[in-house]
């Protein structure tokens, strides 16, 4: 038998959220990268539901524009100036097929821990007892503020009270609601049409719909959970933070689980839709963020973040920053290196230390080691970048790129002066300042030339410790050191 799919969800998101203390709507703080409102609807797709509705209010335009670019194929369902829960769902409805039959599903916004799983397993108890109303509760030890379930003589759920409705004696059940349901459609909507506003809060209370139909003679049942997290709202930042921490928690051990070393949990930090090969250690102080993959073999960490990032298989990064940029199997990058967006490192190449790349095809094999910044540039299959060289890609208008070719040797405190092309095959002495094309096989160097003034330590500095110096290296060596001949230097 197929498992049972839901015919709606309709995900309450039309609440301001004062207690954020916020210029941004409570639904689009984030946590594991995605708004809170995102993880929503991800729980709401999991149960392959015909339709997923999203109620607004607050905010709409920014609420409306983020989820439509989560997910193309949402209901946005507006609410109007009657509050409470109950109008909230009664507005969800009105934005879906009029004839809607079968099961609906109505969960928060601001409810982010709640899995996919969790509401798949309420639609097949929900099916299979043949109930009207599962209602999703708790146990809790502090149940203040919460909906409390009020059950029968025999057990069974006869109405939900609000925390501000309550009497003593119903305070002291720890029996929360969620205020995550399944609902029959007709039952709902019949229900919903009797829902009044006699409340501590004057609101329409979708708790009602519990009391009406178990008035009614529909079974209500509730579907009781142990985990928890699953059901807890973000109401301030403090629950955020707490929220956040768990949810990464859990991202951590799933790779854990499915074969990666993190060496530290509490100080990793992964986003939901990072994937991470086999056999590959994430060192703590690690974040992994957006769209970011790492391969199989490779070592991250320890203090690297990375977004939307690629790193291939057998891969090492250190101690970098990276953003929107790949780096090739058996690459190795940092410590200490800023890789911006457009980076792309080749197979086994090296960003090393103190480096920064931007628009950067670093191909394979080549190397750039040491304190450069090498923005707008192609660099070679096997080409070597020396330590201290800057590609000067902006002339104050606008960007230049250059290309360094295959197996090129740029010396140490090279200027690049962009644009450039420096051939296949081609040196560039140390220290060049360089602004014109070289061939391959040439060398440019552009410098001016040494010159080595005999005696001007004893004739400038006198009796210093210097002069004393060169005299006794004169007495053991009389012959000075000779220029290097041209071409030799690099
Ligand atoms: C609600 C339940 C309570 C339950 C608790 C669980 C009601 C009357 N009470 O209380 O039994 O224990 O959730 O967290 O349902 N919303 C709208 N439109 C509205 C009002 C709310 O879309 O007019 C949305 C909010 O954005 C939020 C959710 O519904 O995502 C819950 O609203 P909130 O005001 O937090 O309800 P509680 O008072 O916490
Ligand atoms: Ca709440």
Known sequence: MSTPRPAAVIVLAAGEGTRMRSATPKVLHRIGGVPLVGHAIRAARATRAEHVGVVVRHDRERVVEQCAALDEGLVIADQDDVKGTGRAVECGLGALPADLSGTVLVTYGDVPLLTGDTLVELTVAHTETGSAVSVVTAHIADPTGYGRVVRDADGRVERIVEHKDATPDERAITEINSGIYAFDAD???????????????????????????????????????????????????????ALGRELNRRVCEAHMRAGVTIVDPATTWIDVDVSIGQDTTVLPGTQLLGATSIGRDAVVGPEVTL????????????????????????????????????????????????????????????????????????????????????????????????????????????????????????????????????????????????????????????????????????????????????????
């Open 187 to 241: 039952v709902l909507r019949a229900a919903l049409a009797e829902v009044g506003t006699d409340n501590a809060q004057g609101e329409r209370y979708l708790t009602d719909v519990v009391a009406i139909a178990h008035a009614a003679g529909h079974p209500v049942r509730a579907h009781v959970v142990d985990d928890l997290w699953q059901t807890e709202g973000v109401n301030d930042r403090v629950q955020l933070a």
């Open 307 to 490: 977004t939307d990032t690629e790193v291939g298989d057998g891969a090492q990064v250190t101690r970098a920053v990276a953003n929107l940029a790949t780096v090739g199997p058996g690459a190795t990058v940092g410590p200490y290196s800023y890789l911006r967006p457009g980076t792309r490192l080749g197979a086994r190449g090296k960003i090393g230390g103190f480096v920064e790349t931007k628009n950067a095809d670093i191909r394979e094999g080549a190397k750039v080691p040491h304190l450069t910044y090498a923005g707008d540039v192609t660099i070679g299959e096997g080409a070597n970048i020396g330590a201290g060289t800057v590609f000067a890609n902006y002339d104050g208008v606008a960007k230049h790129h250059s290309t360094v070719g295959r197996h090129a040797f740029v010396g140490s405190h090279t200027v690049v002066v962009s644009p450039v092309e420096v051939a296949d095959g081609a040196y560039v002495a140390a220290g060049t300042a360089l602004t014109a094309d070289v061939g391959p096989g040439q060398i440019a160097v552009a410098r001016s030339r040494q010159r080595n003034v005999d005696g001007w330590v004893e004739r400038a500095r006198p009796g210093t410790a210097t002069a004393t110096a060169a005299a006794q290296a004169r007495a053991r060596h009389p012959q000075p050191r000779p220029d290097a001949p041209e071409g030799t230097e690099t």
